[in-house]
């Protein structure tokens, strides 16, 4: 198989995977879903965060901050079970 057909074959692939993935508007809402009950002045911080997010990479990236944010108010573990319903979409 040539070079040229791998790229392609690899590019097409990755660009449906892209596509099942949950639109952005799905990560935001559920991201501003699990920061609901922090603190205000925490939360009022991370919603910027998320709502500039342009891509479903810029949530992944808030990944800590968020992380951050709950644990703080409610603790890891608290915090590591908030984030897994992040992980679930994201993965």
Do not use: Q, Y
């Amino acid at each position: 198989m040539s070079i040229a057909v791998r790229c392609l074959t690899f590019l097409s692939t990755h660009l449906r995977r892209r596509e099942r993935g949950p639109s952005l508007d799905t990560l935001k809402c559920l991201c501003l879903e699990l920061i609901d009950d922090v603190c205000p002045k925490r939360r009022s911080l991370l919603s910027r965060s998320i709502l500039g997010a342009r891509h479903n990479a810029d949530v992944w990236n808030l990944r800590s901050a968020l992380f951050g944010g709950v644990s703080m108010s409610f603790g890891e573990t608290v915090a590591r079970e908030r984030m897994a319903r992040l992980d679930d979409l994201l993965h």
